[in-house]
């Protein structure tokens, strides 16, 4: 495990200026801690010296082109178990006290499965920070939200790398539109795909060629609002297939592409005990993200 690089008062100082900061490393144990970062590339999440992490992504070498990238200590894409994948000593006896994943999840090609597995490591209390794009404001726009049917499909498959589906559907659907232009007003359905004339054809080729070679292809394999997150998350949970309680999700902000959702593993272990615990937490966040709405609609019009 690598050692955090902040002094304790550099990290709280810097997290009370940093919003991004502040939401990803939210209800994380200080001043110690040993948890794990998904997909670090080379912007690992800043975290002071009292805490040990681990780096995991779905291959070894998988941002080895990337300048500067941190070295990934263990491989695993969400298929099968994660605590086998880190090893006794990376998990220690008790249990891992956090997990972040900024701008990870929405690459994971059986997300649900990643949920339980990232679950099965944290110790009780233990919370998994994450951050995904809102497609509204960026490439993924023109693209329908991901179903719980497509979760589930992906589940009882136990996909192992993206399905020509949602390598296909990233390619294709893919516009050509900044999260700048969306809040300046412009309409990102009117935007060109991103891949031009070609999208049709290369998004076929691509998912053809993965599926033959098995290849490993990155892509956008889940699509969220956040309130569309919370209803597919909603219906995973009352199938027993998504195990944490969430604490919080901040909403997209202007001029914005990311929210962010903090859930915590609860050290409740009856199921319909903690099937209750889910059930208050997702109408509650449901009811500020949906204030939170009818807010911003009626100041659009004022």
Known sequence: MHPGGLSLDAFLSRRSADRRLARLTHDVPLPKARGLEFGPANNPTALPEGFRVAYVDHALDAQADLPNAVPVDHAWAGSGSLAEALGHEALGQDGLDFAIAAQVAQYVPNLLGWFRGVHAVLRPGGVLNLSLPDRRF??????????????????????????????????????????????????????????????????????????????????????????????????????????????????????????????????????????????????????????????ARLLATA
């Open 138 to 295: 960026m490439f993924d726009a023109g693209r329908s939200d991901s179903t719980i049917a497509e979760l589930v499909e992906a589940d009882l498959l136990d996909y192992d790398r993206p399905s020509p589906r949602q390598i296909f559907a990233h390619t294709y659907q893919a516009l050509a539109v900044e999260p700048g232009a969306v809040w300046a007003g412009e309409d990102p359905r009117r935007a060109p795909r991103l891949c031009g004339e070609f999208a049709l054809a290369l998004a076929h080729k691509q998912a053809a060629e993965s599926l033959a070679s098995r290849r490993y292809q990155l892509c956008h394999c889940w699509v969220f609002t956040p309130l569309s997150f919370l209803d597919a998350v909603e219906a995973a949970a009352r199938l027993g297939l998504f195990p944490f309680v969430l604490n919080r999700i901040a909403g997209t902000e202007p001029e914005g592409f990311e929210f962010y959702v903090s859930m915590r593993r609860d050290a409740e272990t009856d199921p319909q005990a903690l099937r209750g615990l889910q059930e208050v937490a997702i109408n509650h966040l449901r009811e500020i993200l949906t204030r939170q709405q009818r807010t």
